[in-house]
């Protein structure tokens, strides 16, 4: 029996995590324990075993956070110390480095291989692609290691992500690197937006998180409107494109009731009309651009050419005050110059810069503009109000409305600009 | 002053504040040629894509099911299987799944058949089961009610073959939390940590550990007060008042939330983030008192295999979770899968009046 096996936690516990067919994190662990050429990686995977065994038997868990960055940094990285290190003393502590992922999460297996070899060399060799946050999750360095680590992957192009009360570290889908219905370019926004605010992801100073996420469509596969304050969905103004010969041979291989009831019927404003030719009618003045069609018949639909992007301010999980859906505060943006670019950076930079004034201690976006009316935040923000920002207009009563002729007098001076910024074709 | 306490202190590097790194540079060569030009794909088989471009190149993408908690074998298993059988590219879905991506479509099979060898599951694309979205739990948490690894794996061993497979309505996700911040997310279905009991106070240790104004202030039903308890000050909890949230836990942990027997998991169903069909929607509670059961927790499994078999056998195609729940209604909802409706499900949050049927819809 080698001095290893000998200080062996058991773990019958966890041991039965390595049945079954799905890859199992123990059996990864105990690889790291037995076969890890460095004492030291050994010797940390047999205390976290030890340590998550007795969790798994008191149920429990025994992890305490603290203060720990890199130098210059106030964040990025969650410390944990154990509160039972002394009976698994070399994990005692296993801070996990939060990294900013490429945009997208592309990588080569090079990449993968040097940031593999960096954590081995100062860490605990278990990491995460990539955890809720979007980020790399380098779990288990000392505080000592911390620095080397950071210093060694930021010498070759990688950089912390936000942890605590900052800016996030930002996400976005795969998009226009793979995707058709892609109607941006989500790698641009993702980085235009969280690189303009390094220094609000490195040096936490707001009242709460504020986080980023980018959708190339209204699939919204990044749950952006569920997950993020600061919401960029891709979509389109013109007509949607059809392809009528893809649509007929559709309907001649699945069918005209399987159209009608996959398809027609299930468009949310009844947008949709299947000709007697076999030929799709698509009302496009009401379609909400919600995917659906889209979504089945790929060949035959997709997304129309002027492209842009809406904005959703707001969302957040329960805590404090209740579930939040992010709400538009912009219906459309185009984005295709420099320009576009500075005008959604611009809007980004009001909003925090609102949000870091106004918003209470540990208050996130949603949750001020819930208390303060979503009105106060636009003219905050110098957005003007829009009756796409609602599902409908107010309910109840109890409202003055002594300025109504001015306000009406605006409604109509930037319905008169937007005609004829349309008829100059310069509409954004 | 002496010479020593002149010597300068070691220069520390200065971070290079790059933030997020560009992915094109990692990127497949056919996706960076083709990049916003793309106009169609097919599913060939599940866990496989083919994207067609308007160049009329094509990429096709092999989706792999991971531990998410991956050791450096595994990793340089993932990449030897990329240098080896595909191009070198790879990329991570959101929830943890590796993707391959190959040019030709002869890549396919071979790769699919390294991966499986390995030990690696292929699928999770479109209508099947996706991998579980999860979070850290007793593992790194320093808050959690339960694992969140555990639990993930027991249930993909019990739902892998809905993962290779895709033969749901639509696609589910499935999401695990370890407490009510829901890092976890929104799910078709969401296993979360549901405590029951109020926090058990350390008077102790309150004073020293905690900034009680901003405890007082986290809690969502104002059940929290200052008080001295034994002649220190500390805090105390109206517990008629209390929900329970674990609110003031993070911010106080003097204040232990999680409890071996009370912290229980409860099933949340038909939360959708995608705008297709109807709006976004909210998951909504369905069951609860489940015990938290390491190392397998059989029961929270049972009820999410019993869930997803009626709504594998009831609904519609493209019928997510919600739209599915929407059409047949709640009543049907819980006759169907035979779990109680409870007065726990009426909601009684601000704003709940929304939630109750205030018309004569009622399916007989």
């Known amino acids: 029996m080698s001095e290893r096996d000998d200080k062996q936690h058991g773990t019958p516990m966890l041991d039965q995590l390595e049945d079954g067919p799905w890859p199992s994190f123990v059996s990864g662990i105990k690889r790291l324990r037995d076969d890890h050429p460095s004492d030291r990686v050994s010797g940390m995977a047999n205390d976290l075993l030890g340590q998550l065994e007795h969790s798994y038997e008191t149920r429990k868990g025994y992890w305490k956070g603290g203060t720990v960055s890199v130098y210059g940094y106030g964040g990025g990285?969650?410390?944990?110390?154990?509160?039972?290190?002394?009976?698994?003393?070399?994990?005692?502590?296993?801070?996990?480095?939060?990294?900013?992922?490429?945009?997208?999460?592309?990588?080569?297996?090079?990449?993968?291989?040097?940031?593999?070899?960096?954590?081995?060399?100062?860490?605990?060799?278990?990491?995460?692609?990539?955890?809720?946050?979007?980020?790399?999750?380098?779990?288990?360095?000392?505080?000592?290691?911390?620095?080397?680590?950071?210093?060694?992957?930021?010498?070759?192009?990688?950089?912390?992500?936000?942890?605590?009360?900052?800016?996030?570290?930002?996400?976005?889908?795969?998009?226009?690197?793979?995707?058709?219905?892609?109607?941006?370019?989500?790698?641009?926004?993702?980085?235009?937006?969280?690189?303009?605010?390094?220094?609000?992801?490195?040096?936490?100073?707001?009242?709460?998180?504020?986080?980023?996420?980018?959708?190339?469509?209204?699939?919204?596969?990044?749950?952006?409107?569920?997950?993020?304050?600061?919401?960029?969905?891709?979509?389109?103004?013109?007509?949607?494109?059809?392809?009528?010969?893809?649509?007929?041979?559709?309907?001649?291989?699945?069918?005209?009731?399987?159209?009608?009831?996959?398809?027609?019927?299930?468009?949310?404003?009844?947008?949709?009309?299947?000709?007697?030719?076999?030929?799709?009618?698509?009302?496009?003045?009401?379609?909400?651009?919600?995917?659906?069609?889209?979504?089945?018949?790929?060949?035959?639909?997709?997304?129309?050419?002027?492209?842009?992007?809406?904005?959703?301010?707001?969302?957040?999980?329960?805590?404090?005050?209740?579930?939040?859906?992010?709400?538009?505060?912009?219906?459309?943006?185009?984005?295709?110059?420099?320009?576009?670019?500075?005008?959604?950076?611009?809007?980004?930079?009001?909003?925090?810069?609102?949000?870091?004034?106004?918003?209470?201690?540990?208050?996130?976006?949603?949750?001020?503009?819930?208390?303060?009316?979503?009105?106060?935040?636009?003219?905050?923000?110098?957005?003007?109000?829009?009756?796409?920002?609602?599902?409908?207009?107010?309910?109840?009563?109890?409202?003055?409305?002594?300025?109504?002729d001015e306000e009406a007098a605006k409604w109509f001076e930037r319905r008169a600009e937007g005609d004829q910024q349309a008829t100059a074709g310069g509409a954004s | 002053m002496?010479?020593?306490?002149?010597?300068?202190?070691?220069?520390?590097?200065?971070?290079?504040?790059?933030?997020?790194?560009?992915?094109?540079?990692?990127?497949?060569?056919?996706?960076?040629?083709?990049?916003?030009?793309?106009?169609?794909?097919?599913?060939?088989?599940?866990?496989?894509?083919?994207?067609?471009?308007?160049?009329?190149?094509?990429?096709?993408?092999?989706?792999?099911g991971t531990q998410r908690i991956l050791d450096v074998f595994t990793l340089r298993k993932l990449c030897d299987i990329g240098d080896e059988f595909a191009d070198g590219h790879v990329r991570f879905t959101i929830r943890s799944n590796i993707e391959y991506m190959v040019d030709a479509e002869s890549k396919v099979e071979p790769l699919i058949n390294a991966l499986t060898e390995a030990g690696f599951m292929v699928g999770g694309t479109q209508n099947s089961v996706a991998m579980i979205a999860h979070t850290q739990g007793w593992l790194h948490c320093d808050i959690p009610g339960t694992d969140a690894s555990g639990v993930v794996k027991a249930m993909m061993d019990e739902l892998h073959e809905e993962f290779t497979s895709a033969e749901m309505p639509n696609r589910v996700h499935i999401t695990t939390s370890c407490c009510q911040i829901n890092c976890g997310g929104q799910g078709d279905i969401a296993i979360n940590v549901q405590h029951t009991k109020p926090p058990k106070i350390n008077h102790d240790l309150v004073a020293n550990v905690c900034e009680r104004p901003s405890v007082v202030a986290r809690c969502p039903v104002a059940a929290i007060r200052p008080a001295m308890v034994n002649g220190k000050p500390s805090l105390e909890v109206d517990e008629k008042k209390c929900i329970c949230c674990g609110a003031c836990y993070p911010p106080c942990p003097p204040m232990q939330i999680n409890d071996p027997e009370h912290s229980k998991l409860a099933i949340w169903v038909g939360g959708n983030h995608s705008n297709a069909r109807s709006k976004p929607s909210f998951q909504k509670l369905v069951a609860a008192g489940i015990p938290n059961n390491p190392p397998r927790w059989p029961e929270a499994t049972a009820i999410v295999k019993r869930i997803l078999r009626c709504y594998k056998e009831d609904a519609r195609d493209w019928e997510r979770m919600n739209d599915w729940i929407d059409r047949i209604g709640w009543p049907r909802f819980f006759e169907i899968t035979e779990l109680p409706f409870t007065r726990f499900h009426i909601d009684n949050w601000r704003g709940s009046r929304k939630s109750l049927n205030s018309s004569s819809y009622i399916r007989f």
């Open chain 2, 2 to 64: 002496s010479e020593t306490a002149k010597k300068p202190k070691k220069q520390m590097r200065p971070a290079i504040e790059s933030g997020c790194p560009d992915g094109l540079q990692y990127m497949h060569p056919v996706m960076v040629r083709n990049f916003g030009q793309w106009v169609n794909h097919t599913h060939p088989r599940p866990g496989v894509l083919c994207h067609i471009a308007e160049s009329g190149e094509a990429i096709w993408t092999v989706r792999a």
């Open chain 1, 77 to 404: 990285i969650i410390p944990r110390f154990s509160e039972v290190g002394d009976m698994f003393p070399e994990s005692r502590e296993f801070h996990t480095l939060r990294v900013q992922p490429p945009a997208g999460n592309h990588y080569t297996t090079d990449a993968l291989r040097q940031l593999a070899d960096s954590w081995e060399k100062h860490g605990s060799g278990l990491v995460t692609f990539h955890g809720q946050t979007g980020n790399i999750m380098f779990i288990g360095a000392t505080t000592e290691s911390t620095q080397h680590f950071f210093d060694e992957i930021n010498d070759y192009g990688f950089d912390l992500g936000g942890a605590g009360p900052c800016v996030r570290t930002a996400m976005s889908c795969v998009g226009s690197a793979r995707c058709e219905m892609s109607c941006s370019n989500e790698h641009k926004i993702h980085r235009s937006l969280v690189n303009n605010f390094t220094d609000d992801v490195h040096r936490p100073a707001l009242p709460y998180k504020f986080k980023f996420k980018v959708s190339g469509c209204p699939n919204d596969c990044m749950n952006s409107i569920e997950r993020a304050d600061f919401a960029v969905i891709g979509t389109w103004r013109d007509d949607m494109k059809v392809n009528q010969d893809e649509v007929k041979e559709y309907v001649g291989r699945k069918g005209r009731k399987h159209v009608i009831d996959n398809i027609i019927t299930r468009c949310p404003t009844n947008a949709l009309s299947l000709k007697d030719d076999d030929t799709l009618e698509v009302d496009n003045r009401n379609c909400v651009r919600c995917m659906h069609c889209l979504n089945v018949m790929p060949a035959a639909l997709s997304p129309g050419d002027d492209k842009g992007v809406s904005i959703l301010i707001g969302g957040k999980r329960t805590l404090k005050i209740g579930d939040m859906f992010g709400t538009v505060i912009v219906p459309f943006l185009r984005l295709e110059t420099e320009e576009d670019y500075e005008r959604l950076v611009e809007i980004a930079e009001e909003t925090i810069d609102f949000f870091a004034e106004n918003a209470l201690e540990h208050e996130r976006t949603g949750e001020m503009i819930e208390r303060i009316g979503l009105v106060n935040f636009l003219e905050g923000i110098g957005v003007d109000v829009d009756p796409n920002m609602i599902a409908h207009p107010r309910e109840s009563s109890y409202v003055r409305t002594d300025s109504w």
